[in-house]
Every structure is written in structure tokens, then in C-alpha cells.
């Protein structure tokens, strides 16, 4: 098992910045970020894996931008230009090596509004 909290949603303007953060109870090889909008399926953001080996969704490119700190066993997502489109409840992924199981935070909402 593996218990994921996540941090540093809220509120912010458009074209405003956030990072959020998460994390892991324990070590795990691939961290990475969701999202699921109202009435939407959750989205693959980006995923990086314990090398370092970053994954984005091509809806993120170049505005997001995932990180982690081994020692701290925890993930980072640095947001940028957010836009009205980006409001959604962000949720932390992990998954060990050589496992599908997926493991899950809480969610940290993120709303983009003038």
C-alpha cells in the first residue's frame, strides 16, 4: 500500500501559476499527476519515473512540468499559464515496479476564474 496526500491547490487567475505537491508513504517507481474535470474521465497529466524519465500528456506540454525529490519521496507539478480549461480536481498517481496497481491521493482542487 501506498498512501499519497496531495497539496497546494486552489484558487488562481488565468495565465496564473500553481505547484502542487504530493506525497508518498513510501518509495515508489513511477509518481505522476490526474485530473478529472465535472463530467469528464480522468485525464493523464504527466508521470516521472524514480530515474527521472519524465511522461506528459501533449495538452501539457510546455506549461506543465513534473519533478520529484527521491529523499522525500514526493512529486511535483509545476503549472503554468493556467487557463479556465484547467479547472479540476488534481489527483497523485504512484505505481511500483512492475505492477499495474495503482494507488491513488485524495485529489486538491484547482480553479482557474477571474
Known amino acids: 500500500q501506498v498512501q499519497l496526500v496531495e497539496s497546494g491547490g486552489g484558487p488562481v487567475q488565468p495565465g496564473g501559476s500553481l505547484r502542487l505537491s504530493c506525497a508518498a508513504s513510501?518509495?515508489?517507481?513511477?509518481l505522476g499527476w490526474y485530473r478529472q474535470a465535472p463530467g469528464k474521465q480522468r485525464e493523464f497529466l504527466a508521470t516521472?519515473?524514480?530515474?527521472?524519465?519524465?511522461n506528459y500528456a501533449d495538452s501539457v506540454k510546455g506549461r506543465f512540468t513534473v519533478s520529484r525529490d527521491n529523499a522525500k519521496n514526493t512529486v511535483y507539478l509545476q503549472m503554468n499559464n493556467l487557463k479556465p480549461e484547467d479547472t479540476a480536481v488534481y489527483y497523485c498517481?504512484?505505481?511500483?515496479?512492475?505492477?499495474?496497481?495503482?494507488?491513488w491521493g485524495q485529489g486538491t482542487q484547482v480553479t482557474v476564474s477571474s
Open positions: 516521472i519515473t524514480s530515474g527521472g524519465t519524465p
Open positions: 513510501t518509495a515508489a517507481f513511477k
Open positions: 498517481n504512484a505505481r511500483m515496479l512492475l505492477s499495474t496497481v495503482d494507488f
